[in-house]
Every structure is written in structure tokens, then in C-alpha cells.
């Protein structure tokens, strides 16, 4: 524990690439937030929640059933066609269970490498538990949000703000183990340990 | 230093973001507009048309494709002539997939006999079984099909012998079916 910073050269550089490695797919993963934006929690919720069997097209359901025996009735408006192509992005269940199996294993195993790195960092038991926590508490909120939004449209907004929190605190856990990362690996190492190396 | 530190908030900030998205991106393979006109030649407007569905119309769709229409996103849309008549219609909707969603549409005559149909958009995961399939214009096999018969998934793009490629030539097949069921129950109630 702690011991990081006292490791040798290839130790150190491969905990430090790895986070710089993780965080150049952080920035492809924001450049596809950039394409299919949802930022806030309302939009969040507007994906998720809006249209529960939504599609990649936009929608039009069918406006309803009659009861057993009575004919079905067709109503027609005129439409700009131009409209059809309007790209409107949701998550329907099926998208959003691919979605889950797809996201959660690489939370995982991203969150048990942080806190792999964590372990080495010179920080208390406390703090380092913290890091821990937060590294695998982020993504379960972020998820626990998406479903919830899912589930309960009623209260899509507070869950789009949990996956919101979620999402942020994710970068935050990423943000404190890499800066104490180069820190402590690179930047306040003592000189007599550097000769040790 | 300045700049490493806001290089280095960039990065740390980064992974929340794509938290908020959880898109899977789809490939759009034709714009559904252009689909619509080209698929209505003598169509001079086009409407939407919103169905309601009776208890056996609803029922006779479950017993033919397996499918509640209500359960899924359908739209349809009508082309019509000056005169007012009915030249063609055009049903879009979304199929899902063990690997990702198919958006499927299909053209009718007026006769419901089918003009056209098309994979309109599709999951970048099942691309790479689906696009065999598009190749030399695939699913122009339906083409002429009578709205009563069911269309023969084995007829698409028969060189192509991949099994997920023949997984999904069943998936759009059904689709196509399921269009079928919702032209038949259109046609009936715009009468």
C-alpha cells in the first residue's frame, strides 16, 4: 500500500499510461456525447424516459386501439417530409439493457484498475476507501439514474440528475487519481528515492 | 503549467460525459424523406396517417406476424395525386435485434402490393451481417409481392450464406411482414 511512488520506473509508467490512455478514450467518449447530446438531466430524462419503446426513427405511435369489436379508423394530417430525417436520439429498453451489459463490465474493470492505482497512491486508509467507493459508486449511480428514468417517468428528472452526478463524479474519481498520480509519481518524488529507482 | 492543467481537466472531466449519452449509434442507411418520395412517384402530397386499431384488426395483426402494433413504433405515411386518390403508402418501424435495432421500410401500391422496401437504419453492430444482404439491391425480391403473401426470407440475397447474415435476412423478412399486417388494417380503415 502506498508504494507507488517508491516503485520502479516501468511500474510508475505503466500506471501513469494507463491513465493517460483511459482518459484519450474519455475524450472520444465526449466527442460521441458531442454527436448524441445529453448533458443535463432533463435531456437525460428526455432520452430515457420520453418514449418507452422508442426507436432511432422518430416516432409516431399509433394513436390507440378501440375496444373488441369496433373497426379501426385512420386520421391523416399532411407532413413535411423534410421533417422525417430530424435526428432524435433515445434509448429504448432493448437499447438500454444492450446498453447496461455493454457499460457496466468496463465501469468495472476501469474502477477496479483505478482503485488498483489507488492502492498505491500515499494516501490514508479513509481516503483511499473514499476513492474506492466513489471509483464503483459513480457508475451504479449512473445507471441506477438511467434505469430509473426508464422506469419511472414520473420522476425522470431526479434520476436524469442522478446520472448526471454520476457521470461527473466518475470523472472526478478519474480526475483525483490521476493528478495524485503524476504527483506523486513524477513531481514531488524525493530526490534520494529517484536515485534508488 | 497552465496549459497541463486544463489539458489534464479536460481528461479528468471527460469520462463523465459519455455517462450522459449511452447512445448506442445507429448507421442511417437511407433518409426516410427521400425514401418516402422516390418510393411515390405519382404522389403529389404526403400525409401521416395515425391508426387506431379494432379489437380484431388488433388481434387478426397479433395471429399474422406475432406482434402487437402498439407495442412498437410504426409510422405511416400516405402519398396521394391531385385527384385526391390513394398511389401508395409507406410503413416505417423499428425491428430490435439480439445485436441491435433494424429500421425497415416499406413501400406499397395502392393495390398493397409491395413497391419497395429497405433497411433504413441499423445498429453499427449488425451492419457488417445486414449490408451482404443490401448488396445488388437484396430485398427487390419482395418487389410485386401481394399484400397476402408472406415474404421468403430465404429469397434475400440467396449467395450469402452467413448464418447471422440469414439471422437477419428473417428479421427484416418479418418486418416487411409486420408492414403487411399494418397496410392491410390502413387500407381498410382510410375506406
Excluded at chain 1, 137 to 151: I, S, T, Y
Aim: proline content about 5%.
Amino acid at each position: 500500500m502506498g508504494g507507488l511512488r517508491q516503485a520502479p520506473f516501468e511500474v510508475r509508467l505503466a500506471a501513469t499510461l494507463f491513465l493517460l490512455l483511459l482518459g484519450i478514450a474519455d475524450l472520444f467518449g465526449a466527442w460521441e456525447v458531442k454527436n448524441f447530446a445529453a448533458f443535463t438531466p432533463r435531456a437525460v430524462a428526455a432520452t430515457v424516459a420520453a418514449e418507452r419503446e422508442a426507436s432511432p426513427m422518430p416516432a409516431m405511435k399509433m394513436a390507440g386501439v378501440n375496444h373488441a369489436g369496433m373497426a379501426s379508423t385512420a386520421e391523416e394530417h399532411v407532413v413535411d417530409l423534410s421533417t422525417l430525417d430530424r435526428p432524435r436520439h433515445t434509448i429504448s429498453r432493448d437499447l438500454l439493457v444492450q446498453d447496461t451489459h455493454v457499460h457496466i463490465p468496463a465501469y468495472a474493470l476501469t474502477a477496479a484498475a483505478l482503485s488498483l492505482v489507488v492502492f498505491g497512491l500515499r494516501l490514508s486508509s479513509r481516503a483511499r476507501s473514499a476513492v474506492v467507493l466513489l471509483a464503483f459508486a459513480a457508475p451504479l449511480a449512473d445507471f441506477v439514474g438511467l434505469w430509473g428514468a426508464h422506469l419511472f417517468p414520473a420522476a425522470a428528472l431526479l434520476f436524469g440528475t442522478l446520472t448526471v452526478a454520476g457521470g461527473f463524479a466518475m470523472g472526478l474519481a478519474y480526475l483525483f487519481v490521476l493528478v495524485l498520480t503524476l504527483a506523486q509519481c513524477w513531481l514531488s518524488r524525493p530526490r534520494e528515492e529517484d536515485s534508488h529507482a | 503549467m497552465r496549459k497541463v492543467r486544463a489539458v489534464l481537466l479536460a481528461l479528468s472531466l471527460a469520462p463523465a460525459l459519455p455517462a450522459l449519452a449511452h447512445v448506442t449509434p445507429n448507421v442511417e442507411l437511407l433518409k426516410k424523406g427521400e425514401f418516402v418520395q422516390q418510393s411515390l412517384p405519382g404522389a403529389t402530397r404526403f400525409l401521416e396517417q395515425k391508426l387506431t386499431f379494432g379489437g380484431g384488426d388488433l388481434a387478426a395483426v397479433k395471429k399474422a406476424t406475432g406482434w402487437t402494433p402498439s407495442e412498437e413504433d410504426v409510422r405511416i405515411y400516405v402519398g396521394r395525386n391531385a385527384q385526391g386518390e390513394r398511389v401508395g403508402t409507406v410503413v416505417l418501424l423499428w425491428m430490435a435485434s439480439e445485436h441491435g435495432p433494424v429500421g425497415v421500410g416499406v413501400a406499397f401500391g395502392g393495390d398493397g402490393k409491395i413497391l419497395r422496401a429497405a433497411v433504413t437504419d441499423i445498429g453499427s453492430e449488425p451492419l457488417a451481417w445486414v449490408r451482404p444482404l443490401l448488396q445488388g439491391d437484396g430485398l427487390a425480391t419482395w418487389n410485386g409481392l401481394a399484400l397476402d403473401t408472406a415474404p421468403d426470407a430465404a429469397k434475400v440475397a440467396p449467395q450469402v450464406t452467413g448464418r447471422m447474415s440469414r439471422y437477419y435476412a428473417e428479421v427484416i423478412a418479418q418486418g416487411v411482414a409486420r408492414a403487411q399486417a399494418v397496410e392491410r388494417v390502413s387500407l381498410t380503415a382510410a375506406k
